[in-house]
């Protein structure tokens, strides 16, 4: 099976975000760079579903300390984080 | 680097728009050195204002000083240089506060135990050494091997790594953070720490990050804005500890309950104010750290709360414990999504209330076990748990627009959401504030009765919570721990500096400061109102309340456990309060009676106060020199029965204001009338009124005195109620029939609960202690004594009203005693001068002859009794027929 590139997973990643925690907004909205973590989108409760469903998806394991804002507060880094982890 | 051998990192702290900016101002343009100019001139200010208020004392006045030359300076220094020049600050205030030797103790421990965590060895054997380390500082700490005289050390050393190495290590483990020998020092030597030991747990990984990430005079002005904000929150904890906190006996309606609640919760404003003061510090020096506290009052869920209250500590739990358990768990098979975040949000908040044990540990040197302290977290765990769930299920309203496209109804419901959860956490807070959980509940059974003015109080308060949660509570994310390096890089991406922003923030501070300095003796202050006056000038200085000073003292005789456990003023204090100072007398000198009394003199025995100083007893009982039963012709004999300041607690039996006035009166009696005067000390240390009427009866007649000095304090309710509750709930008979008929009237048994049995027999306190003084002066007259009523004040520790003290005037004056009143011994000079220590009030050497001055004076400027006892006019064996005729009014029986 090929490893999905780091574009398909930040689109997975926008559908899960809209579909769990912005019902209703426009999705041109949020873009790749627009923050998570410091903008209230993402907080444990959401942080721990995308860590579910990340595994889930994609079948990725992170690691505790890779909850941090460094990682999780763009759909960028997240991407990037993931795409690195299946290479 | 993930451990091993550190870097010398000095040349690369500063990058970014910061490592720009730095190099702008040491190019010297006048642009850029205004706006610094601008935000110095704001820390000078706030200097001041730390200094006229004597805010955390006169240590962090001296380290707030060196904080103000310390920024400048380093602002200038070349980038490389930065980190080392902080971490010189921190040590240089570890000198200021400690002492050099000390100083030096603390950062060579430190040094081993950061050198620890960079052996070039396995993490596993690091940790050993590290854990090795820690168990050798916890038997100092604990007493079980003595340090001597660097016993102080501990609680810094505590205060600094017992937590920032959990972290640091962490990060290590994990590579979470660039690792560099200045910037270790600089994580773990912070200068704000020395005074401040309940300090934030700053992240390693957050500290390294946020190090000017954004142009060096915004992170300063933030800085200055957090220290003006950390002050008038201090300012406002001190209105409340001082006039609003009560005592849980003092709660009588639904009213009185609600009050208790809140001012309980509004303590915290000493834990949320601090560390605004201590972040706001690290701004200066480049820690461009994120907020610790976010409108804290105004949270809308727990979970919110949670978020918002001590962000530092939410963040770290998440860190170390909720993530890492909650992964594994998910990974188990058998435990659900919900189950494993039940059992992490569980397990965090089992560790939350161990770690604040064991921070209590490195602070006090004792273990905290308490149960309204694992009530508190175990619900809190509880309710945080359900709100997650809740939020798991139900999706929380999220928006990607600013403001969020909010309408009234969410405003509404914000409100109400926000009223609800603020009346949650100050049921929790009063619980977990409670001395135990009987007293909790004994609180609730007062508050049955609904007096008229309760649901204005109430639905005021609750309105006005409802209102600014709509308004101000719905601020997203941005404050919040993990938002801190994301904010930096958004706050960079910005293009130089911000004159307007600048000139408000600094406006902020410039006003908060003019508010906090308004001269409270200006005529525009004093004549509108001398009580808002007073109020003014009272929180310009750090002084207990009466509830706690009533504490403090009594701990002083009893071994009160964790008295302070949720008083931040008495926490400061105790810590303040060198090993084995709380110990109470020692020795064969002092007894229990298993009577009223509860304690007494031995007679021709001695024992040691907890400074060291002997107190002798004479042959017959009394803490003074030797005297015999049978009063020497042409003696004037002046009895005085009184508490420990009057026992002459820690100073000398010679060194008593007792004594200097009966030396004195010898020196001076030029008169012939009487050939000596003899004033005997029959005071021990915590007797109230009625142990003194006791005394008075049991010991002083026998002496046959001409004179009564009843020395009195500003605790005569208070001990009346507090002797009579504990005799009745130990089951000892009460001296007196009228207090029986009172304890009795009033349904007061062994088994009813000290608070309810408090706050009944408050309302009754007057009356009992006119009963008391009226006998005493009764008993006097029968028998041809003078009696003579003095009340004698305690230094730093009076009550900023003199509401009640004027009562017990009026008392004594209606029973028929003469009056001295010793308030003003104290005047004209510093608290610090006349008292033992900060956390003991008891008069000194220089108290006592202050004391002594006062009362001398007042004899002579006492028409009556200068004319009675220094005079010439009465000869000594007319004395007695003298005093038989009464001074004012007749005794009522």
Wanted: net charge neutral.
């Amino acid at each position: 099976m090929v490893a999905p590139n780091q574009d398909e997973i930040a689109r997975g990643i926008k559908e899960f975000i809209l579909r769990e925690f912005l019902p209703g907004e426009n999705p041109d909205e949020l873009t790749a760079t627009t923050p998570l973590v410091t903008a209230g989108i993402l907080d444990s409760v959401g942080t721990l579903k995308l860590v579910m469903y990340i595994e889930e998806k994609w079948g990725a394991r992170l690691s505790a300390h890779e909850t941090d804002v460094e990682y999780m507060n763009t759909i960028g880094n997240i991407a990037k984080l993931i795409s690195n982890k299946l290479k | 680097m993930g451990g091993g051998v550190m870097a010398a990192d000095s040349k690369v702290p500063i990058s970014g728009p910061g490592r720009a900016a730095a190099e702008a101002f040491r190019a010297g343009g006048a642009a850029d050195f205004l706006p610094f100019l601008w935000v110095t001139g704001q820390v000078a200010l706030l200097t001041w204002v730390v200094d006229v208020y004597e805010i955390e004392q006169a240590a962090f006045g001296h380290v707030m000083q060196l904080t103000l030359v310390g920024f400048v300076v380093h602002h200038f220094l070349p980038p490389a240089l930065k980190l080392p020049f902080f971490v010189l600050i921190s040590v240089l205030a570890l000198g200021l506060v400690l002492g050099a030797v000390n100083a030096a103790w603390v950062v060579a421990v430190g040094l081993a135990l950061i050198g620890a965590c960079h052996l070039p060895i396995s993490f596993g054997k690091r940790i050993a050494m590290v854990v090795t380390l820690g168990a050798t500082m916890v038997a100092f700490q604990a007493g079980w091997v003595s340090s001597g005289k660097i016993s102080v050390i501990w609680p810094i050393l505590g205060s600094m790594f017992c937590f920032r190495l959990v972290v640091y290590l962490y990060d290590m483990r994990t590579q979470g953070g660039a690792f560099g020998f200045w910037r270790s020092l600089a994580y773990f030597f912070m200068s704000p720490n020395v005074c401040f030991l309940l300090f934030p747990v700053v992240d390693y990984k957050t500290f390294c990050k946020t190090y000017y990430n954004d142009e060096p005079v915004r992170v300063y002005q933030s800085g200055a804005t957090w220290i003006s904000r950390g002050v008038v929150q201090l300012v406002l904890y001190r209105f409340v500890y001082q006039f609003l906190v009560m005592d849980p006996s003092e709660v009588a309606s639904a009213g009185d309950l609600f009050r208790y609640m809140v001012t309980t919760l509004l303590l915290y404003l000493k834990v949320s104010g601090t560390f605004h003061v201590i972040v706001g510090m690290l701004h200066l020096f480049g820690f461009n750290l994120p907020e610790t506290h976010h409108r804290w009052l105004l949270a809308s869920s727990f979970v919110d709360y949670w978020q918002r209250i001590n962000i530092y500590w939410k963040e770290f739990m998440a860190k170390l414990v909720f993530y890492p358990v909650n992964f594994r768990l998910s990974q188990r098979e058998g435990i659900s999504e919900k189950g494993a975040l039940v059992l992490s949000v569980g397990i965090s908040f089992f560790f939350t209330w161990l770690l604040h044990s064991y921070q209590w540990f490195w602070i006090r040197g004792t273990y905290l076990l308490a149960a309204p302290d694992m009530a508190f977290w175990g619900i809190l765990g509880l309710l945080l748990a359900v709100n997650m769930l809740w939020q798991q299920k139900f999706v929380r309203k999220r928006s990607l627009k600013k403001g969020g496209g909010w309408s009234w109804k969410s405003d509404l419901s914000l409100g109400l959401r926000t009223v609800l959860t603020f009346m949650a956490i100050c049921v929790l807070w009063s619980l977990w504030g409670a001395e135990s959980i009987g007293e909790w509940l004994a609180m609730w059974a007062q508050a049955v009765r609904v007096e008229p003015g309760d649901v204005g109080l109430i639905g005021g308060v609750l309105l006005a919570v409802g209102l600014a949660g709509a308004m101000l509570g719905r601020s997203q994310r941005e404050w919040t721990y993990q938002g801190a390096a994301g904010k930096g890089v958004a706050k960079a991406a910005a293009t130089g500096l911000n004159w307007r922003q600048l000139g408000w923030a600094g406006a902020g501070v410039l006003a908060s400061c003019a508010v906090l300095m308004t001269p409270v003796k200006t005529r525009l202050v004093y004549h509108a109102s001398p009580q808002v006056a007073s109020v003014l000038k009272s929180l310009r200085t750090s002084r207990l309340n009466v509830r706690d000073a009533a504490i403090l003292e009594h701990g002083y005789y009893e071994d009160l456990t964790h008295a302070e456990r949720f008083n931040p003023q008495l926490f400061e204090l105790y810590s303040k309060m060198p090993a084995g100072m709380d110990v109470r007398i020692k020795g064969e000198g002092i007894r229990p009676t298993h009577d009223f009394r509860r304690r007494e003199l031995v007679p021709a025995q001695s024992a040691v106060f907890s400074n060291g100083i002997e107190l002798k007893v004479s042959a017959h009982g009394l803490r003074d020199r030797e005297y015999d039963l049978h009063k020497p012709a042409g003696t004037l004999r002046i009895a005085v029965v009184g508490a420990s300041e009057v026992m002459g607690w820690g100073v000398e039996n010679h060194e008593t204001f007792e004594n200097l006035l009966e030396d004195w009166l010898n020196t001076h009696n030029t008169t012939d009338r009487y050939s000596r005067y003899e004033v005997m000390n029959f005071a021990v240390s915590g007797y109230g009124a009625i142990e003194k009427l006791i005394v008075l009866e049991q010991r002083v007649l026998d002496f046959d005195p001409d004179v009564l000095f009843y020395m009195a304090n500003k605790k005569e309710y208070q001990l009346v109620i507090d002797r009579i509750v504990e005799a009745v709930r130990a089951g000892v008979s009460l001296p007196y029939d009228f207090l029986e008929t009172i304890t009795a009237e009033e349904g007061i048994d062994r088994d009813t609960h000290k608070v309810l049995a408090k706050g009944r027999l408050r309302p009754r306190a007057p009356e009992m202690l006119g009963l008391v003084y009226n006998r005493v002066a009764s008993l006097c007259r029968d028998r041809g004594i003078q009696p003579v009523w003095v009340y004698v004040p305690q230094p730093g520790a009076e009550p900023p009203n003199r509401r009640d003290i004027n009562k017990f005037f009026g008392h004594a004056e209606e029973a028929g005693f003469d009056i001295l009143d010793l308030s003003d011994a104290f005047a004209g000079a510093s608290t610090d001068e006349l008292r033992m220590a900060e956390w003991d009030s008891h008069p000194n050497v220089a108290g006592h002859r202050a004391l002594a001055e006062c009362l001398k004076r007042k004899l002579q400027e006492h028409p009556r009794l200068s004319h009675l006892l220094l005079g010439d006019g009465v000869p000594i064996d007319r004395v007695g027929q003298v005093f038989k005729e009464p001074s004012r009014v007749q005794t009522k029986e």
